[in-house]
């Protein structure tokens, strides 16, 4: 694996991020362990092309240029435009020969994976006992102890919180703190002064086109018969002539959309009479969009058979491929070339103070130059950045030296241009400083202890018979209830995922949790008060969705095991300052 390459995705995953998230910064390519993310997804690469190619697997010409074809970004009206696929690739910096090698990968790549996933099977036992499992709901009594109700009982000591603070020395360094002057140079104080041509307004039209272009598309209704992946002959055969009943009435003018609410697996759509609204091409499953692309307005299909069952479609509208004509979007453009304008005269804007502000030491005298005012913070800790400066320029600012000016940093609103005024550097402060926050820590810690203690005795008491109510008046506590859940939250409490999986676990001859359960820094013990168990009927009725969501779910964990297989195997060396 080439540096070039995995330098290349970074950037690829950075800017993807960037555009994603506003506040995206260097803190985030740390915490999300991007750098590494994006290594592993190149080895990963690396070895499953690999794996492809001693497994024989291939990928024709044909494969390749069906696949480009059928991209809409390379398409014009409706068709693919050699010229529009090469400035498309070359505006993304692609050549046709490197997008077609990538490509390529990602088709083996496909290959493999349906290989490897069509190894992946559930069981008639496995899905009702995975149903019922997910399915089931219990409801427990509980008690919470929470530490804060034990802190007055705790009675300071200097000593102790003094040990405590030793011992805890590093949670109260104070960080580096900075105080900064700063000049805002917005976008939309400049678009006033910014009127579009209609020339400018055209010729980016005319530049633009393939924005503007909406493919041919089709709006209907349809009504699913849904075939389990697994289900036999005869059960494929009593659902294909159920269909047939209900196309049979709608050729005889019963109404389309009531048939749909009444009979219809599609739960999603059968509410709204089957209605998937308009579409394009590339969206529906291709038996499903053959089909419809080929009826006129009003017309019914037969059965269609893809890969969820059997479909009757009824398209209710066409809408023919065009190019949206300049004036249903010229207002559009104006706002777009504004902007783009705005943007490019803040940023000289903004290199004409910077250039002033070097010349002067000082980014006041700059922005009094022209006009302009300067704001300044009091002293911050990086821990604590001011809601005022953007958080992606974090990482630009704080390793500045004292009076140093950044070159302007473009915001979500504009550029900013920013000085250091002073700073000071991180610290230890002594006992006296911190010492009432060391010691409300120290009783925080105090009372939690006695909290688990308290809760571990009345659990004992309770495992050896003790009446529940005698303890709930010593203890001065308040016995709640859950209601029924089923798994993902428990009510009232929160979420803890070993905790769930134990409770779930409870039954009546063992219904209480056998130690008190730590969850969002209080404690709890649990006793199973019932459980509900699935109905058969639910079952029936769920099952083939469930199935499907299941074998998806098999499917992923069983690539991802094999993948994992495959990388033990591998020798893998990294040059680990190069991804630093």
Known sequence: ??????????????????????????????????????????????????????????????????????YRVFQRNGKFDPKLYESVLARYHYTPAQFEEALRDDITIAKLRRLIEGLAHVSEKELYETYAWIKQKINLRFLELAPNKFSKEIKPNEEAIKKYFLAHKEEYVIPKQLKLAYLNINYVDFLDQIQPTEKEIKDYYEA?????????????????FRVSPDASKDEVEKIKKKAERVLEQIKKGANFAKLAKKYSDDKATAVKGGDLGCFSKGVMVKPFEQTAFALKKGEVSNLVKTRFGFHIIQVYDIKEARTKPLNEVKDKIVQKIKQEKAKEQALIMANRIYAEAILEKSLKKAATKYQKEIKETGYFSVNNWPSILPSKLKEEIINLKKEEITAPLEGSKGYIIVQVLDQKPQRMPNFAEIKDKAKEDWIKEEAKKVAKKVAEDILSKLQKGEDIKKLLAKYNLKEEETGFFSQGWIPKVGFNFKVEKDLFSLTSK????????????????????????????????????????????RKAIAFQTWVKELRKKAKIEVKKELIQ
């Open 208 to 224: 633009s086109k393939d924005q503007y272009f909406e493919p041919k598309k089709v709006c209907a209704r349809h009504i699913l």
């Open 510 to 553: 063992n219904p209480i949790l056998n130690y008190v359960a730590e969850i969002n820094g209080k404690f709890y013990i649990f006793i199973l008060k019932d459980r509900q168990e699935v109905k058969m009927a639910d079952y029936e009725k769920e099952k083939d969705e469930f199935k499907q969501k299941l074998l998806a779910q």
């Open 1 to 70: 694996i080439y540096y070039k390459d995995y330098i290349n995705l970074f950037r690829q995953v950075i800017e993807s991020y960037r555009a994603r998230f506003k506040d995206f910064n260097e803190d985030w390519i740390k915490r999300l362990n991007l750098r590494q993310t994006v290594l592993d997804q190149l080895i990963e690469r690396r070895l499953l092309l690999q794996e492809a190619k001693k497994m024989g697997l291939t990928v024709s010409e044909t494969e390749v240029w069906e696949r480009i074809a059928s």
